[in-house]
């Protein structure tokens, strides 16, 4: 899970550069129509964000009680 975790932030901090750059204009199944769009950048930077905490808190070890 972990390693799906990193691969799924590194995607997602793709699409955001190219979200913010314009260059995602090719991509118009992702919901990019081919302007400049802050919001998608956000969403893909902040999902981005939530599978590095999601890689985080997998990798730690279980808790013996």
Not at 10 to 24: C, D, E, N, R, Y
Not at 26 to 34: E, K, M, N, V
Request: aromatic share 10%; glycine share 8%; charged share 10%.
């Amino acid at each position: 899970m972990k390693t799906l975790a990193l691969v799924l932030a590194i995607i997602l901090f793709v699409l955001a550069l190219l979200a913010w750059s314009g260059i995602a204009a090719f991509l118009p199944a992702l919901g990019i129509d081919g302007t400049h769009h802050l919001k998608h950048g956000i969403l893909y930077f902040v999902l981005g964000i939530l599978c590095l905490v999601w890689m985080r808190f997998s990798a730690s070890a279980p808790t013996e009680a």
